[in-house]
């Protein structure tokens, strides 16, 4: 056969078995898988980019009459009906007997799972087709990392009852984890959100099956309730509040734990510094929480983030992994997370403090901008001097740009 000459002739050559496929799940799996390839490669707006594919493909391939072009043709609109020339879109004569299910299926069950930080939540739906020749039962797993803001995986594939089965067995082992029925309307909404960010990204995360799957679960989100309405954005701290809530912290039994209570004068602006920058970094997050500390949150700000965002002086990093301790363990039981989560926590933390020290001492992760100042600071200049400042500055501009002269 010769080579095909567009992408839309390199689909069809790629999809020439369709009509040979058991069901219309296989169907809609392989037509996920094709349109795949199409999400990986763009470059931003992916699930766009999918839309406008299917609509070329359609318009393109409006004349063929064989059974596998008008299959595939059938199963794309399916997938993508908002795509141009989609809804005008009809299984051809010789179309397999499963044709007529694509895309027919009910919620049978919705779950959610995830660890008790906080960190990540995974979404679980299991579909039936309205008649059997559609396909055996399946189900859709959505993973939402909260730390990033994104939905980082999604697959759909069976047998359903078993993929509910391993993921209530697992959280049940594990002391760290949570399993619960979930409203679809929410899950629909929150794994939507969540993929819209996806969608965007200039690097997909490696791995994992979300540009095979995508275009398919777009499909069955779609056939869950709602959506919900979204949760308002979350508003930034003012100054009153953050001021309330170290106060509260500050009178805790936690900060007198870990001697946060007394500390001598000359270390206070030490102390409110470095807890600024907690607030800060959970500023930072898609889902601001200022509660919401982790082992993975905690590595993120304290092997990282303050490095690339924060000068410290001495002082400083000789207090911020304490203060970390102490405010992990007070918003752990301001949770209500057991014991042994909190101990995970501050055993993580402790264990990363020689980290934290190197990469003080080496200043390896410092952005430019923070390198910059650190060394304004190391050289006695006084960032409130205009004058001074100007003249550090000029004397410094070979190490502040990227010119050689």
């Given at each position: 056969?010769?080579?095909?000459?567009?992408?839309?002739e390199?689909?069809l050559?790629?999809?020439?078995?369709?009509?040979?496929l058991?069901?219309a799940l296989?169907?809609?799996?392989l037509g996920a898988a094709?349109?795949?390839?199409?999400?990986?490669?763009?470059e931003?707006?992916?699930d766009?980019a999918?839309?406008?594919f299917?609509?070329g493909?359609?318009?393109?391939?409006?004349r063929?009459?064989?059974?596998a072009?008008?299959t595939?043709r059938a199963v794309f609109a399916t997938l993508v009906?908002d795509?141009e020339?989609?809804?005008?879109?009809?299984p051809?004569?010789?179309?397999?007997?499963w044709?007529?299910?694509?895309g027919?299926?009910h919620?049978t069950?919705?779950w959610?799972?995830?660890d008790?930080?906080?960190d990540?939540?995974?979404?679980?739906?299991t579909?039936a087709?309205?008649?059997?020749e559609?396909?055996p039962?399946?189900?859709?797993?959505?993973?939402?990392d909260h730390n990033i803001g994104?939905?980082?995986?999604v697959f759909?594939g069976?047998?359903?009852?078993r993929?509910?089965?391993?993921?209530?067995e697992?959280?049940?082992q594990?002391e760290?984890t949570?399993?619960?029925t979930?409203d679809p309307?929410?899950m629909r909404?929150?794994?939507g959100r969540h993929?819209?960010?996806t969608?965007?990204?200039?690097?997909?995360?490696a791995?994992?099956?979300?540009?095979?799957?995508?275009?398919?679960?777009?499909a069955?989100?779609?056939a869950?309730?709602?959506p919900?309405p979204?949760?308002a954005?979350?508003?930034?701290l003012?100054d009153e509040?953050?001021t309330g809530?170290?106060?509260?912290?500050?009178?805790?039994p936690e900060a007198v734990?870990?001697?946060?209570?007394?500390?001598?004068?000359g270390?206070?602006a030490?102390?409110?510094?470095?807890l600024?920058l907690?607030?800060?970094?959970a500023a930072?997050?898609?889902d601001?929480d200022?509660?919401r500390?982790?082992p993975t949150?905690?590595e993120l700000?304290?092997?990282d983030?303050v490095h690339?965002?924060?000068v410290?002086?001495m002082?400083?990093a000789?207090?911020?992994p304490?203060?970390?301790?102490g405010w992990?363990?007070?918003?752990?039981?301001q949770?209500g997370?057991?014991?042994?989560?909190?101990?995970?926590?501050?055993e993580a933390?402790q264990?990363?403090v020689?980290?934290?020290a190197?990469?003080?001492s080496?200043?390896?992760?410092?952005?430019?901008?923070t390198?910059?100042v650190a060394?304004?600071?190391a050289d006695?200049v006084?960032?409130d001097?205009?004058?001074?400042?100007?003249a550090?500055?000029?004397a410094?501009?070979?190490r502040?740009?990227?010119?050689?002269?």
């Amino acid at each position: 056969m010769a080579t095909p000459q567009t992408p839309y002739e390199a689909v069809l050559h790629a999809a020439r078995d369709v009509t040979r496929l058991d069901s219309a799940l296989d169907a809609e799996m392989l037509g996920a898988a094709l349109l795949g390839s199409v999400y990986a490669v763009a470059e931003t707006d992916r699930d766009n980019a999918v839309r406008e594919f299917v609509g070329g493909f359609l318009t393109a391939t409006s004349r063929r009459r064989s059974a596998a072009a008008t299959t595939i043709r059938a199963v794309f609109a399916t997938l993508v009906p908002d795509a141009e020339g989609a809804g005008r879109v009809r299984p051809g004569a010789y179309a397999p007997a499963w044709a007529g299910q694509l895309g027919r299926v009910h919620l049978t069950g919705a779950w959610s799972y995830g660890d008790v930080y906080g960190d990540q939540t995974s979404y679980l739906a299991t579909f039936a087709y309205d008649d059997d020749e559609g396909g055996p039962e399946h189900a859709l797993v959505a993973l939402v990392d909260h730390n990033i803001g994104i939905t980082k995986d999604v697959f759909v594939g069976g047998p359903a009852a078993r993929i509910v089965e391993q993921a209530r067995e697992i959280c049940t082992q594990d002391e760290f984890t949570w399993f619960r029925t979930e409203d679809p309307a929410r899950m629909r909404t929150e794994v939507g959100r969540h993929l819209a960010i996806t969608d965007d990204l200039g690097e997909l995360p490696a791995q994992g099956s979300l540009a095979t799957d995508r275009a398919l679960v777009g499909a069955r989100l779609a056939a869950l309730p709602g959506p919900a309405p979204a949760a308002a954005d979350v508003p930034p701290l003012t100054d009153e509040a953050r001021t309330g809530l170290v106060r509260a912290f500050l009178g805790s039994p936690e900060a007198v734990r870990f001697g946060l209570d007394r500390v001598a004068d000359g270390e206070l602006a030490s102390l409110h510094f470095c807890l600024g920058l907690l607030l800060d970094h959970a500023a930072s997050f898609p889902d601001a929480d200022p509660m919401r500390w982790s082992p993975t949150v905690a590595e993120l700000f304290l092997l990282d983030w303050v490095h690339r965002r924060a000068v410290l002086d001495m002082d400083d990093a000789a207090m911020l992994p304490r203060v970390l301790r102490g405010w992990a363990a007070y918003a752990a039981r301001q949770r209500g997370l057991a014991p042994a989560a909190a101990a995970r926590t501050d055993e993580a933390i402790q264990e990363m403090v020689p980290e934290f020290a190197r990469l003080y001492s080496t200043g390896e992760r410092r952005s430019p901008a923070t390198a910059a100042v650190a060394q304004l600071m190391a050289d006695g200049v006084n960032p409130d001097d205009p004058a001074a400042l100007d003249a550090w500055i000029e004397a410094n501009r070979h190490r502040l740009t990227d010119d050689p002269a």
